[in-house]
């Protein structure tokens, strides 16, 4: 193994032991506690080593987002794969993408309503973003009928963060989670399809 290699691996080392530490304390105090001092001491590196890696904190919740959203894609894909077509495999979809909301809050943050430097809806969209809405759209296309496949996917995924939200910030009754869900599918897939 050259020096070049060794470096570069402990250079990648550090930067996922940074995005992780990131993670942990976001998701144990909240985003307003990472910190680029708080990041150093927990990871027992200086500052300035942070900044070798990231530019700051939005870098680095950027990154975590970007791990989000792979784990996010993989989640959909599982649930969407495992229920049969139609109307099972938009449900499953729905479920594992507000299961994901409601473990992973600080991470969901990270990805769906902090300011992150990731283009949505653009032709510069990273192909994971991508990856991620054309999980919804497999789910929602064949149930579209008329409708854009496209645009009801936006109006579903757009119902499914409203709920995570507003269930997780006490704003809807937590024990009617389920009902919520079930009439959600309902108007996307009247139990016909």
Do not use: C
């Amino acid at each position: 193994m050259t020096t070049q290699t060794r470096r570069e691996r402990e250079r990648a080392q550090r930067e996922q032991q940074i995005v992780a530490a990131a993670r942990e304390l976001a998701e144990t105090e909240g985003w307003e506690a990472v910190t680029t001092r708080r990041l150093a001491a927990e990871i027992e590196y200086s500052q300035p080593v942070l900044y070798s890696h990231f530019k700051g904190k939005g870098a680095i919740m950027t990154a975590v987002a970007v791990q989000g959203f792979e784990e996010l894609v993989d989640e959909l894909r599982v649930a969407r794969t495992a229920a049969r077509a139609g109307r099972d495999a938009l449900a499953a979809v729905a479920a594992a993408y507000l299961g994901f909301a409601q473990k992973r809050p600080a991470l969901y943050d990270a990805m769906f309503t902090h300011a992150v430097d990731l283009p949505f809806a653009s032709p510069d969209t990273p192909a994971l973003l991508r990856n991620g809405f054309d999980e919804l759209l497999q789910a929602v296309r064949p149930l579209a009928g008329d409708d854009d496949p496209g645009i009801l996917t936006e109006t579903f995924w757009a119902s499914l963060h409203g709920l995570a939200m507003l269930e997780r910030s006490g704003r809807l009754p937590p024990e009617l989670h389920g009902h919520r869900l079930d009439l959600l599918i309902g108007r996307f897939a009247p139990a016909a399809t």
